[in-house]
C-alpha cells in the first residue's frame, strides 16, 4: 500500500488518483465521474435507512457495507440521487471493494488533493466526499472490530437516527446469526486531552461503533500502588459504558471480544484493568 503517493492508499485506489490527476480540465474529470455513476452496481431499497445515509452531504447518499469473515475483504454498496455524487461514491467504491479493514482504515484523505478534484468540486461536495470517506472507514475499523470476535458474518444495520429520533427495528440477521451496525450517529466528541492519552484514545477507538452512548471513566486513582497500576501517566483501571446498536444480537463475551478489538494496544501496553458495560440501544430502550 502507498504506492507512489506515499497516502497508504489501495492499490486500486493510487491507480485512481493518479489517473484523476492526469485529466487535464475539471470537464473531463466530470465526465469520468459520470461514466462512473452509470456503471454503480445498483442498491437494495431496503439498504436505504437513516442508519445508511452519509451526514454532511448536499445530496442524499446512501452507502452499506459488509464484511467476509474468512478472507476479511470488505464490500461496500452505495446511491445517490444526484448524478455526480453517485460518481464520486462510485469512485470511492471501486478504490476500496475487497480490502481489508486495516488498508481502509489507513487511507490519507489527502488522496482527494493529490488527483486533483478537490479543486473540480464546490466545497460542499468535498465535504460531503470526505464524508462518504469517513463513513466508509468507521464501517470498515466496525466490522472488523466485530469478525475479530468472532461473529460468523457481519453486516452494516440500522441504527438510531442522527437527529435523536427512535431507532429502527433491528436485531439478529436470520441468515447469518449476527449483526453489527456502523451507522453515522453523531455524538458531542469530546476534544483530545493530553494530560489523558490512554483516556482519550480509549474515546476515539470506541466511537468507531457510533455509540448513542460512550462514558469512560478513569478510575486508576483508586488502585494507585497497586500492581500495575502505573500505566502511563498513571492512567491503568478504566470504566467503560457503551450504548450501541453494534451490540445488536451479540452474546456479552463478543460484545467485550468487539471492545478488546478496537483496544488491542492499549490492552497490551498501559491498561491495567477493563471494566466493560456494553448494551445495544434496544435494550436501553426497553428499560425505559
Do not use: W
Not at 487511507?107 to 473540480?120: K, N, R, W, Y
Not at 468540486?121 to 472507514?137: D, E, H, Y
Request: a negative charge; charged letters at 20%.
Amino acid at each position: 500500500m502507498g504506492g507512489d503517493t506515499g497516502l497508504a492508499l489501495t492499490p486500486e485506489l493510487e491507480k485512481l488518483t493518479s489517473m484523476f490527476k492526469a485529466v487535464p480540465d475539471a470537464k473531463l474529470r466530470y465526465q469520468q465521474l459520470l461514466y462512473f455513476a452509470k456503471e454503480l452496481a445498483p442498491m437494495a431499497d431496503e439498504l436505504k435507512t437513516p442508519a445508511n445515509k452519509v451526514p454532511g452531504c448536499l445530496s442524499t447518499v446512501y452507502l452499506s457495507a459488509k464484511l467476509d469473515p474468512d478472507t476479511r475483504a470488505v464490500s461496500y454498496v452505495a446511491d445517490s440521487d444526484a448524478q455526480l455524487t453517485k460518481g464520486l461514491a462510485a469512485l470511492l467504491l471501486r478504490g476500496v471493494n475487497g480490502c481489508t479493514p486495516e488498508e481502509i482504515a489507513a487511507i490519507d484523505p489527502a488522496f482527494i488533493t493529490e488527483s486533483g478534484l478537490s479543486v473540480s468540486l464546490t466545497p460542499g461536495r468535498n465535504n460531503g466526499f470526505l464524508n462518504m470517506l469517513a463513513l466508509v472507514k468507521s464501517k470498515a475499523v466496525a466490522l472488523g472490530a466485530a469478525a475479530d470476535a468472532g461473529a460468523a458474518v457481519v453486516t452494516s444495520r440500522d441504527m438510531p437516527t442522527a437527529d435523536g429520533g427512535a431507532p429502527p427495528p433491528s436485531g439478529t440477521d436470520a441468515a447469518t446469526g449476527a449483526a453489527v451496525s456502523a451507522a453515522a450517529v453523531e455524538d458531542d466528541e469530546e476534544p483530545e486531552d493530553p494530560a489523558a492519552p490512554v483516556a482519550s484514545a480509549i474515546r476515539r477507538k470506541l466511537r468507531t461503533l457510533r455509540p448513542a452512548s460512550l462514558v469512560v471513566t478513569d478510575n486508576s486513582a483508586a488502585h494507585a500502588g497497586h500492581a500495575g497500576a502505573r500505566g502511563l501517566n498513571g492512567e491503568s483501571h478504566f470504566k467503560v459504558s457503551v450504548v450501541a446498536d453494534a451490540f445488536d444480537g451479540l452474546s456479552a463475551v463478543k460484545r467485550h471480544q468487539v471492545i478488546y478489538a478496537l483496544l488491542k494496544d492499549e490492552m497490551a501496553g498501559p491498561i491495567h484493568a477493563l471494566e466493560i458495560e456494553a448494551r445495544s440501544v434496544a435494550e436501553v430502550a426497553s428499560r425505559t
